[in-house]
């Protein structure tokens, strides 16, 4: 049984983009550091239920890439050529959109940042790593509280401890295959970890799938307050680290998908009515530019009916625009949840 929540699989935006002859035509491009057309698409190629399958080795990859990549990226992000990235981290009062707690278990936004001048993951050597590693955490030691805060360190980690930590610990693993092929995975665990600040909802990924993926989470729906705490480390870090960036594209990261805000704001949502009617779900997030991802993660199944809901878009759009969408397209499906439990 398919319990995987993405709509179903037609073909990578790689494939709708690249055809074989503009492939043969482009095939010998490669970045300044060497990241070749190859090396981009390996992962596409390699896993052919790949939704994007591109990924960029450094913040080059998107100029000498554009031909490919600018298509790409203006299907996904509804983005067009003519148009420029604005950033916009203002607090952003919201209602709460689940003020009796009936739906939303859990808030998490995240937003990715490469630090400029080094290779993306896919192309890193482990001395970089390190290198990326040392600078962030210096330039977040003076972050608030810093002496309540903690780094945990993949490397110094035995299989059972680590196994221990992620049980109450919102660390990361591995990558899948997809970003197994892109070469993410190289030196696993090497220079890997994660920063909890003194508030134990905010957090930093390092050397996951980009150099930094900066996390706010918490249990409930307050969207607004893990925005606000996002937005804070982000302009801290903003003032301290020099981020890879682009006038058009925003923060340029490792995957297509996740340039501009790189922001994914979303929650966790107990909808057992729009389970058992998954296309009507599926319909309403595309119409609403959500996306849907399963309980574990991204590529992972629902549990329980509980629903990983996010805004799709990242490009384009301000970060506040980002939780606007979520917003408005959560109170919408949990109007159509009621709706469908008789409540309304
Ligand atoms: P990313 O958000 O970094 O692109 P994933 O979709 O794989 O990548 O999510 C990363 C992790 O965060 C997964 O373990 C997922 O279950 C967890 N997660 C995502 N959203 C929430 C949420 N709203 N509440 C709690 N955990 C979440
Ligand atoms: N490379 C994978 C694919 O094309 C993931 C794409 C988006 N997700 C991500 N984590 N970058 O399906």
């Known amino acids: 049984m398919n319990n995987q929540p993405e ?45 994007v399958g591109i990924y960029a080795g450094d913040a080059e990859t998107y100029r000498v890439f554009s031909e490919i990549l600018d298509p790409m990226i203006n299907e996904y992000h509804r983005f067009s050529n003519d148009r420029r990235h604005m950033s916009d981290l203002s607090p952003t009062p919201l209602e709460d959109p689940d003020p009796e707690h009936l739906y939303i278990v859990s808030t998490r936004i995240r937003a990715a940042r490469n630090l400029d001048g080094f290779a993306f993951t896919p192309f890193i050597s482990l001395t970089a790593r390190r290198k990326v590693e040392q600078l962030f955490l210096k330039a977040v030691s003076d972050y608030r509280l810093a002496a309540n805060s903690r780094y945990i360190a993949y490397e110094n980690l035995s299989d059972k401890e680590f196994q221990t930590l992620a049980q109450s610990l919102p660390l990361f693993r591995k990558g899948d295959r997809f970003q197994e092929s892109a070469g ?12 909890f600040s003194d508030h134990g909802g905010l957090l930093a990924w390092v ?41 058009r594209y925003g923060y340029l990261n490792a995957c297509p998908s ?36 399963g309980t574990g993660g991204e590529k992972t199944g629902i549990r329980d009916s509980i629903f ?24 919408a499906l949990i109007r159509m949840e009621q709706q469908l439990s008789g409540s309304l």
């Open 308 to 331: 990983d809901i996010s805004n799709k878009q990242r490009l384009g759009i301000t970060e506040t625009e980002c939780i606007r969408t979520l917003h408005n397209g959560v109170a």
């Open 258 to 293: 996740n340039i501009g805000t790189a922001m994914r704001a979303g929650v966790h949502i107990r909808l057992p009515g729009l389970d058992r009617q998954r296309n009507t779900l599926y319909r309403t997030a595309e119409k609403m530019n959500l996306q849907v991802r």
């Open 7 to 51: 709509i179903a699989h037609t073909q990578s935006l790689l494939d709708k983009h690249l055809p074989p002859d503009i492939f043969e035509k482009l095939k010998d491009l490669q970045t300044g550091s060497g990241f070749t057309l190859h090396d981009a698409v390996r992962s596409g190629r390699e896993n052919p239920d790949s939704s």
């Open 184 to 195: 993410i995975n190289r030196d696993f665990p090497k220079a890997r970890g994660v920063f």
């Open 207 to 247: 050397n996951e799938e980009d150099h930094l993926r900066i996390i706010s989470m918490d249990q409930g729906s307050d969207i607004s307050g893990a925005f606000t705490r996002i937005a804070d480390l982000l302009t801290f870090l903003e003032n301290r680290i020099n981020f890879a960036k682009d006038s």
